[in-house]
């Protein structure tokens, strides 16, 4: 096991109705504030009200940032450092998934920047300085609610780029479970793909004596995939929406990868297709992962049969762990395709040309290789991708 340091300040209020708890919690740092959200989902299913309906009780100054979409873009951070410094607001609060809280992360940071903000993802400079953030969780992805990560999108440069700080984390995030009943089937399905790799990129590793790192990520992937079918079949179950929005959280809030040398080549790659592409981040991963896995499972078969027997229930008997290893992989594959279907998600038709697969190839690698489980560069990544359309 390798030496870690683990600390996670962000304070998780869970359950029904938590959105009670938003003005309290918000005075406690702030009494002007930004209000980051997506489109319609918040108006629609009743969670915009709410939150409007505890900032004025509280008493709490607010300014609007509407419009953020699937794979933010800067643009719109910027316009929210704008207000923020224009009405000097004190908590930079997102109501919405991943997208949303990442844009709140980021505007939070850059209104403590002298720089644009998208030097903070192109120039390796300590992040040390950002407002404080809080969230109101709308789906159950990222984990973006609870880590130190934003990812956003330049389109007019076609590149999605991750920043991480320990002043990112958010102070606060409220989870309730019933604001998930309304994501449509495919961000169920996108979503749930995200937190099961999210898992993966941690649980492929190395390392052989992690047996609390790989029990913990066994039971959330088994977790996760005993409840998506559930859900699928009726969005409105509490308990199988809360056991995945919780899994969603601990995939990702730094739990998993203590101790071990995690990989996330699959979501290096997948975000070179959202960023030419703008596919859903959860559809990129469905795509890239099984490919990875196929390229690079030899490498430490054992691992892979573990998978395949403690996640899958797989028999071990009468096969070789080589055998075993592609059973997972494909199990997992026909998983991916299964959920799809049942959400009515329509095949991809992309068009990639062979040019764009060098350039995905070459962004990813930029930094040199990437992943731990096997190193990639940039000839192993153009492979991977040409297998994943
Ligand atoms: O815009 P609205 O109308 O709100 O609709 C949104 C959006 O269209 C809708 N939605 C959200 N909650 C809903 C809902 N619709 C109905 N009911 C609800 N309760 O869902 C759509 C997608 O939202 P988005 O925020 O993009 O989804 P998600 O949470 O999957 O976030 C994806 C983004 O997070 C990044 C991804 O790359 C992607 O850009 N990630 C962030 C990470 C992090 N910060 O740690 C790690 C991840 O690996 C990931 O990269
Ligand atoms: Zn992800």
Redesign the pocket.
């Known amino acids: 096991m390798q030496n870690f340091v683990y600390a996670n300040p962000t304070k998780i209020f869970f359950g029904k109705d938590q959105v009670n708890n938003l003005g309290k919690e918000i005075k406690n740092f702030a009494s002007k504030i930004l209000l980051v959200?997506?489109?319609?989902?918040?108006?629609?299913?009743g969670?915009y009200d709410k939150v409007i309906s505890q900032l004025n009780n509280y008493k709490i100054e607010f300014h609007e940032l509407p419009g953020?979409?699937?794979?933010?873009r800067i643009s719109l951070v910027e316009k929210g450092v704008e207000i923020c410094r224009l009405h000097d607001a004190d908590l930079v609060l997102g109501v919405?998934?991943?997208?949303?809280?990442?844009t709140a992360?980021t505007i939070a940071a850059s209104v403590k920047f002298n720089g644009k903000p998208w030097e903070l993802f192109t120039k390796s400079m300590p992040i040390n300085e950002a407002l404080p953030i809080a969230a109101v969780?709308?789906?159950?992805?990222?984990?973006?609610e609870s880590?130190?990560?934003?990812?956003?999108?330049n389109w007019e440069r076609q590149e999605?780029r991750?920043i991480?700080s320990e002043v990112?984390y958010p102070k606060f995030s409220i989870l309730d479970p019933q604001?998930?009943?309304?994501?449509?089937p495919s961000?169920t399905v996108?979503?749930g793909i995200?937190i099961i790799?999210?898992i993966l990129e941690q649980y492929f590793h190395n390392d052989s004596f992690t047996p609390i790192q790989d029990g913990f990520c066994e039971t959330l992937l088994k977790t996760v995939i005993n409840n998506l079918p559930i859900v699928l079949k009726n969005g409105r179950n509490y308990n199988a929406r809360a056991n995945i929005m919780w899994a969603s959280t601990l995939a990702?809030n730094g739990i998993l990868s203590t101790g071990v040398l995690s990989d996330w080549a699959t979501?290096a790659i997948?975000?070179e297709i959202?960023a030419i592409y703008d596919i859903?981040?959860?559809e990129?991963?469905a795509m890239v992962w099984p490919s990875w896995a196929m390229y690079v499972y030899t490498n430490n078969c054992k691992r892979f049969k573990q998978y395949a027997v403690n996640v899958w229930d797989l028999s071990e008997s009468n096969k070789n762990d080589s055998d075993i290893a592609l059973e997972g992989i494909k199990i997992t594959k026909n998983f991916f395709d299964q959920l799809k279907a049942e959400a009515q998600i329509n095949p991809l038709q992309l068009k990639v040309k062979d040019e764009d697969i060098e350039l995905m190839a070459k962004k990813a690698t930029e930094n040199g290789p990437i992943g731990n489980f096997k190193k990639l560069y940039k000839e192993d990544v153009m492979t991977i991708l040409r297998r994943s359309f």
């Open positions: 959200y997506g489109g319609k989902s918040i108006k629609e299913n969670v953020v979409v699937a794979n933010p919405g998934g991943g997208s949303v809280i990442d992360k969780l709308t789906t159950a992805a990222t984990g973006s880590n130190n990560c934003a990812v956003i999108t999605k991750m991480s990112l604001i998930t009943y309304t994501m449509l961000q996108f979503g995200d790799v999210h990702l979501h997948g975000q959202s859903p981040h959860g990129s991963l």
